[in-house]
């Protein structure tokens, strides 16, 4: 049983570049958070998602910065015109259902190293 | 809103020496609480967890109780090994609908032979 997948594992882009990051989380979880490390700095939540449907996105910067969690397929975390601040390791994490807070546990993938340029 | 406040790193032990990392939190109803360990190269893994006052999570030689007269989760072991050197988050769940995790800053340990 694959735990979260995430990829690039390492991402480079010059500044004005889009950033794609893919999460496909483990097999019969339906939900999927992302959340973003900054340097010297803890994780931040970014995202909540269900199968097509964005749930919670209030720590998602208003600009450049998008969702998504088809039907088919991984989620992707999109950055649209990357600047420097971006640099950042963005991880997903995956759980079963949204149920009891602590009864599911979420199930965290290595994550996706950004470099911005 | 919620917080976590985590003591500030790095801290840097003998192989065996006694580990303490205080954890903090605040939040608006019962939380949850976590431990998690980050690796060099790695995403988090759960280290333990304690859901209701007075538990105490365990794992791996790590303990930590729920402490909610004093808010408080620390994380201690009792020897600590070289193999134990990572970065160690403080984390809670609110109730509210989803499983979003607030975590501290981190903790930085190194372990020396």
């Known amino acids: 049983n694959a735990g979260v997948m995430q990829n690039p594992r390492h991402l480079v882009r010059r500044r004005g570049q889009e950033a794609r990051l893919r999460c496909s989380p483990m097999?019969?979880?339906?939900?999927v958070y992302w959340y973003r490390q900054l340097p010297e700095e803890g994780l931040k939540f970014m995202v909540y998602?269900?199968?097509?449907?964005?749930?919670?996105e209030s720590g998602m910067p208003k600009e450049r910065f998008s969702a998504e969690f088809p039907k088919e397929g991984p989620s992707i975390l999109r950055i649209q015109q990357v600047v420097r601040g971006d640099s950042a390791a963005y991880f997903c994490?995956?759980?079963?259902?949204?149920?009891?807070?602590?009864?599911?546990?979420?199930?965290f993938g290595a994550g996706s190293r950004l470099t911005v340029l | 809103g919620d917080s976590v406040t985590q003591m500030e790193g790095p801290v840097t032990l003998s192989e065996e020496a006694f580990l303490t990392i205080n954890c903090t939190y605040t939040?608006?109803?019962?939380?949850?609480l976590f431990w998690y360990v980050q690796y060099p190269g790695e995403g988090l893994q759960l280290l333990l967890k304690?859901?209701?006052?007075?538990d105490k999570g365990s794992n791996k030689g790590f303990e930590a109780t729920y402490r909610k007269e004093t808010t408080s989760f620390h994380l201690e072991k009792g020897s600590v090994q070289v193999s134990d050197s990572a970065v160690y988050f403080c984390a809670l769940i609110t109730q509210g609908g989803s499983e979003k995790l607030v975590f501290g800053k981190g903790t930085k340990l190194t372990v020396n032979p």
């Open positions: 304690a859901t209701k006052a007075d």
């Open positions: 097999k019969g979880h339906s939900h």
């Open positions: 994490a995956s759980s079963p259902s949204g149920g009891t807070p602590g009864a599911n546990v979420l199930t």
């Open positions: 939040a608006t109803g019962y939380p949850s």
């Open positions: 998602l269900q199968k097509e449907n964005i749930i919670d």
